[in-house]
């Protein structure tokens, strides 16, 4: 059972989706919930099944005191490299809360400071607190929407099931069908350099 971590105050978590991606966005939530929350199912969103994470989501949305999922597209990720896009797209979610927030905890090691709000940057903070893990839920089911849209418009890379991580199967379809609007340029696409005309 993950716990909430202060009770005393108001606190948002945020989390991150798609950072490792050749393709598609980067997409951040930002969640608080109750006080009283409690939910045994939820967790880390890797490690939940679809199911798990389809009804999740559904929960977070009614039940938090309030959720924000925000996308910072490619040619913006290709301009200020994947980790200031990572930590933008946080801070857009955090903006759109419209909180006066006491407390913000982030997944992971690295965060800018938004607002004079106090941070804390918990590795594997998805695992450990309930807020953290309801945004990584909705980052990644937000994400996963987005490119299971955006694959009907470009079927041949098959993101409906890979989502735009770097498979074998993505892969083969840059080298062969070369790149889209949706790829991430200054990302290295194809292991071995091969030359893709841009």
């Not at 199967?169 to 030359?195: C, M, N, V, W």
Request: glycine fraction near 4%; hydrophobic fraction near 40%; proline fraction near 4%.
């Amino acid at each position: 059972m993950l716990e909430f971590y202060n009770i005393e105050l108001t606190v948002a978590g945020t989390d991150e989706a798609g950072r490792g991606c050749l393709a598609g966005p980067v997409t951040a939530a930002a969640v608080i919930l109750p006080r009283d929350f409690q939910n045994s199912v939820l967790n880390d969103s890797k490690i939940l099944s679809l199911k798990n994470r389809k009804l999740l989501k559904s929960q977070i949305e009614v039940q938090a005191v309030a959720y924000a999922v925000e996308h910072v597209f490619m040619h913006e990720i290709d301009e200020i490299n994947i980790l200031n896009a990572s930590i933008l797209a946080m801070h857009k979610a955090l903006q759109s809360l419209k909180f006066d927030l006491d407390q913000i905890i982030v997944d992971g090691n690295r965060f800018k400071p938004f607002n004079k709000v106090p941070h804390n940057c918990i590795i594997k903070g998805d695992g450990k607190y309930m807020s953290i893990a309801a945004a990584s839920i909705l980052a990644k089911t937000y994400r996963d929407e987005f490119m299971e849209k955006i694959h009907e418009e470009y079927p041949l890379y098959n993101w409906k099931k890979n989502k735009g991580y770097p498979t074998r199967e993505h892969r083969d379809a840059i080298a062969r069908y070369g790149i889209t609007k949706y790829h991430r340029k200054s990302f290295k696409l194809l292991p071995d350099q091969l030359k893709i005309d841009f």
